[in-house]
């Protein structure tokens, strides 16, 4: 039992990022991207490839594998460059599908289909650890991040660029390196929860980092609440145990749970949107921007 | 002669996504949404195919019924989902999640239901015969061009004289107008969903018949329509078909180079060049966002 729930926290604990750092980009930049499962895997590829062929050591895959995702950032800072709303999604839809090919069929660095198997567990300076310490302290990190750096001058200067972008430009700001540095920022995020998630599991896979995964982080955001800091984490939690939630309704197949989990939380995004755009948590009277 | 065989391969799959592409563009071009649920509407169309051939229906009626599918997705998704988000705020976000939140259901019940992997209807009709030495047609290729060029020229006749097509573009054009003299926009959107959604029936059933479906087979619809429509220009119903057919003979010839899995990304990468170079399109005017 306290395996069970040590594992679940841990999970939280890394789609807590993932979801706090989309919603960085979604809610702060204004930059909807339904890529952000491709900077997850990438973190872990390069997390997994540490751990294998250097040393398992958590904070060095960690640091390689924000790195990694971060500088690879860059294929969905060009295009939220040049253009915004439904050209930005579909531009990122495309890398989304691209990556899941390239990650299935780049067989020496990503295993293929079969994936990495075997990755050591990790340690701290020589010290075999535990990787929810680990994913607590670096959930609590974004956190802290993503709450500064919204309230300090970048942050504010996000939102202008995403409510206003030519008013923003005229006022001096940079928005190209603003933009730039956010989509970094996120990325680096999604990269590090990747690298926890391959030393979690000790092994990784393409299936991990396909479409499915991008709208689950997306559907943890919304659900939540965009723009506000506590909500992904809720989103996380309520998503995360509604497969363990469903496993004890005795009418629905083991095999058709995930179709099942998928269904309602695809329904869940449709109502909220139709009846409470701002989600669970959001403020109701704030308005909002229009893209 | 492999050359040959795949552009004509290439314009087989190229009319099916100027179909898919035509529909999208269209509404688009008159409501303005930017339906990201148009892939439910092929997905839907293909399996109601799958499933009534496989009853042992005739296809007419398997066909009929797709048809008449996709057409009332399309209308309720405008009637339940679109009409009553836009009365309170109608932002791109809301709209993309809400269509994104109906995408991922229709792609999962039908998993559910139907079962998942590929699966496509065997008839006659895609049967391949050689035609010239070394190159291979099936009765369906002519059918597939025939189908997409008689949809079109009905198409642009209902545009050009119909008094509803000569509407629908004006909405596209100005909706306050509209009003002004007296048309009621709200029908004719649910007219522009319903004609949309009826042009990607078609196709998806003529991609049952060739190449298969899956579940998942929706997110591909999308990426190829929007892909065409952005490529073709925003708000030409033209640019949209013609890209579309393009980018089916790209990525077939795409094939002499390199590996099927890899079809897809030639689409990806002209729309990537597109949107990084020409985020206007061919056919389209600078947009003033």
């Known amino acids: 039992m306290i395996a069970y729930a040590a594992n679940l926290a841990t999970i939280v604990a890394i789609f807590g990022i993932l979801a706090a750092t989309l919603n960085f980009l979604i809610g702060f930049a204004g930059i909807f991207s339904v890529a952000h499962a491709v900077f997850f895997g990438l973190g872990a590829y390069a997390g997994a490839q540490v751990a294998l062929l250097l040393v398992p050591d958590a904070l060095l895959a960690c640091l390689v594998a924000a790195a990694v995702a971060g500088g690879l950032s860059l294929a969905l800072a060009l295009p939220a460059l040049r253009v915004r709303g439904e050209y930005f999604v579909a531009a990122s839809l495309g890398l989304q599908m691209m990556a899941a090919t390239l990650f299935a069929e780049a067989k020496p660095v990503t295993g293929g289909i079969g994936g990495l198997v075997g990755i050591p567990r990790p340690t701290l300076l020589g010290v075999e650890v535990d990787v929810l310490p680990a994913a607590l302290s670096a959930l609590a990190l974004i956190l802290v991040l993503t709450a500064r750096l919204q309230r300090g001058a970048f942050g504010r200067s996000l939102r202008a660029i995403r409510d206003a972008e030519s008013a923003a430009e005229a006022l001096g700001k940079n928005v190209a390196a603003a933009k730039t540095l956010a989509v970094a920022f996120a990325c680096a995020g999604a990269g590090l929860a990747g690298a926890l998630f391959a030393l979690h599991l000790s092994f990784v896979n393409v299936e991990s980092f396909t479409m499915d995964q991008s709208v689950l982080v997306m559907a943890m955001v919304i659900i939540g609440g965009t723009g506000t800091l506590w909500g992904p984490l809720i989103g996380a939690v309520i998503l995360l145990s509604l497969p363990s939630g469903l496993a004890f309704l005795p009418f629905i197949p083991a095999t058709e749970v995930g179709a099942v989990q998928q269904i309602i939380y695809g329904l869940a995004m449709t109502l909220l949107m139709i009846f409470r755009p701002a989600g669970l948590v959001g403020d109701l009277a704030k308005g909002r921007s229009t893209a | ?289």
């Open chain 2, 1 to 289: 002669m492999l050359l040959l065989q795949l552009l004509l391969q290439g314009l087989q799959t190229g009319a099916l996504y100027a179909l898919t592409a035509a529909g999208f563009a269209l509404i688009f071009g008159a409501t303005r949404i930017f339906h990201f649920a148009h892939g439910s509407a092929f997905t839907l169309a293909g399996y109601t195919f799958l499933l009534a051939s496989g009853a042992g229906l005739p296809w007419w009626a398997g066909a009929a019924g797709g048809i008449a599918v996709a057409t009332l997705f399309g209308i309720g998704m405008e009637r339940l989902v679109y009409r009553p988000i836009q009365r309170h705020e109608g932002s791109f976000f809301t709209v993309f999640v809400a269509a994104f939140g109906v995408a991922v259901v229709v792609q999962n019940l039908v998993g559910m239901l139907a079962g998942r992997g590929f699966a496509s209807v065997d008839t006659p009709l895609s049967r391949a015969s050689e035609v010239l030495p070394e190159v291979f047609l099936a009765p369906v290729f002519w059918i597939a061009l025939g189908v997409a060029a008689m949809l079109f020229a009905a198409l642009s006749a209902f545009l050009g004289r119909h008094p509803a097509g000569v509407a629908l573009r004006a909405l596209a054009q100005n909706p306050d107008l509209i009003r002004t003299y007296g048309l009621s926009s709200s029908r004719l959107s649910v007219l522009a969903f319903a004609l949309g959604s009826a042009l990607a029936a078609p196709a998806a059933i003529l991609a049952a018949m060739t190449s298969g479906l899956n579940e998942a087979i929706g997110h591909h619809a999308m990426l190829i329509s929007i892909a065409a429509t952005i490529v073709g220009g925003v708000g030409s119903l033209r640019g949209a078909a013609l890209a579309g057919l393009m980018l089916g003979v790209a990525e077939s010839m795409a094939l002499a180079v390199v590996d099927t899995q890899w079809a897809e990304g030639v689409s990806f990468l002209v729309l990537f060049a597109f949107i990084l170079f020409r985020p206007s399109g061919f056919f389209g005017v600078v947009q003033t966002r």
